[in-house]
């Protein structure tokens, strides 16, 4: 088991940008697969990115490829999502999530059985 925080969130015009973090304590010398989700009233969570245990593979949500970056920093235990280009559309809470994996990554919710509380990003127009 990891425990996840994130922390970045924040108020942001259209077309400006932010960067999340989610900090890992516990067990972190296990490999985990990292994602990115985010939720809005009233909808389904839904998958943002995700990032192999040693970084090497990505996969994004057709709505962010190419405005959102996942990167990890295992050093440091830290995951991050760099969110540029920002829509109102992408207002949400954002959260982090990991599971125990050997090089997988992972788009679902159930994929995953570690999450932190979420942080609020909201892109006003």
């Known amino acids: 088991q990891v425990q996840l925080v994130e922390s970045g969130g924040g108020l942001v015009q259209a077309g400006g940008s932010l960067r999340l973090s989610c900090a890992a304590s516990?067990?972190?010398?296990?490999?985990?697969?990292m994602g990115w989700f985010r939720q809005a009233p009233g909808k389904e969570r839904e998958f943002v990115a995700t990032?192999?245990?040693?970084?090497?593979?990505?996969n994004y949500a057709d709505s962010v490829k190419g405005r959102f970056t996942i990167s990890r920093d295992n050093a440091k235990n830290m995951v991050y999502l760099q969110m540029d280009s920002l829509k109102p559309e992408d207002t949400a809470i954002y959260y982090c999530?990991?599971?125990?994996?050997?090089?997988?990554?992972?788009?679902?919710?159930?994929?995953?059985?570690?999450w932190g509380q979420g942080t609020q990003v909201t892109v006003s127009s």
């Open positions: 990032i192999s245990t040693s970084g090497s593979t990505t």
């Open positions: 999530a990991a599971r125990i994996s050997i090089g997988g990554i992972y788009t679902t919710p159930s994929s995953y059985n570690n």
């Open positions: 516990g067990r972190t010398s296990f490999n985990y697969a």
